[in-house]
């Protein structure tokens, strides 16, 4: 798949108002942003707009306000990063529909940038409102939208307006469908995946299509002893899933048997006595956990097999961390899983969430070729799944 983004020809932006819907759900602590890495992902294309002679109205959620106004989930903090950034004001507009709201809009100048105030302090984004969505609308010409992160739901600001405005992909989205999309139509071989995180369950549809594509698939994370009690071995306190989710384990290990797919589990676990940075440690196979002890990552002897696999795979897409990186004790595996890709000669890819947070306290973001800003936008896409603010805009 191919968007049409800003840069193809057909639209003069020099005087055109612009709805740009960015993804600017960053996290915050006492009012202060954590981790700004949504909005400087948003910074090419506003700045490619601004550059053509536009005007910039940017749009977005934050948090789960359920359609009241909560005055700590206001995108001031958005406003002025996005400012610093720039370095240059960005003014934050009352609300994001309305009169007051509309006219200003209509007298933005080429060259100016606004914000407008949490979409979902209206209950009508969510529900994809028709009314609202010609209401967020008003004023403009054109509509961009570059929050692949929210891609995936078909709410009024992703999906609704696209189909009122001449629209066009940002720099970002159509980055992200294009690598996506690459991973799913002809990877370089041999294609490895990488899987952590907590539940088979949660990644039931991605794993049945990763098995499909892939040659390897290396299974890490607190899902290894789903997979583990599938087959009958003790795991002692480690997090796993029930009799269902051990179903769909065993069915997923015949299912990459008949794609001639081979899907890993570690060899070895580190294990340790409570889920504490001072816990007692040891490392034991994976099939002899102990009672009373519980796996917090893969073990170092599977870290070196998964380093080799991925370093000389030609197509590497990972997705979720191989233990609770979070505490030091428990991160060498997800380091090593991270390592490996910045050391891939070959194309590397991340599906954002903890695997793009593991990849930035590591300091090995920019070694790959990707690191997704969509989390669970990244994995439907994977799962081959139509993301409806993708779909609703036009393809080239």
Known sequence: MSLLAIDAPGIEWRGARVLVRADLNVPLEDG?????????????????????????????????????????????????????????????????????VRARVEALKPGEIVMLENLRFHAEEEANDPAFAASLAAGFTHYVNDAFGAAHRAHASTEGVAHLLPSRAGLLMAREVRVLGGLLGAPRPPFVAVLGGSKVSDKLPLIESLLEKCDRVLIGGAMCFTFL??????????????????????????????????????????IADRFDASAELQVVASDGIPDGWMGVDIGPGTSS??????????????????????????????????????????????????????LAAFGLADRLTHVSTGGGASLEMMEGRVLPGVAALPQG
């Open 32 to 100: 202060s942003i954590t981790d700004d890495a949504r909005i400087r992902a948003s910074l090419d294309t506003i700045r490619d707009l601004l550059r053509k002679g536009a005007a910039v109205a940017v749009c977005s959620h934050l948090g789960r306000p359920k359609g009241e106004r909560r005055p700590e989930l206001s995108l001031a903090p958005c406003a002025e990063r996005l400012g610093q950034l720039l370095t240059r004001r960005v003014e934050l507009l009352p609300d994001c529909v309305g009169p007051e």
């Open 229 to 270: 009690a599938a087959m009958g071995d003790p795991v002692g306190t480690s997090l796993h899933e029930g009799p269902k989710a051990q179903e769909m384990a065993r069915k997923l290990q015949r299912t990459a048997v008949r794609y001639n797919c081979l899907l890993q589990l570690p060899g070895d676990i580190l």
């Open 305 to 358: 097999t998964y380093r080799e696999v991925i370093e000389q795979a030609g197509t590497v897409f990972w997705n979720g961390p191989m233990g609770a990186f979070e505490i030091p004790p428990f991160a060498d595996g997800t380091r090593a899983v991270a390592e490996a890709m910045a050391a891939c000669p070959g194309a590397t890819v991340a599906g954002g969430g903890d695997s793009g947070a593991a």
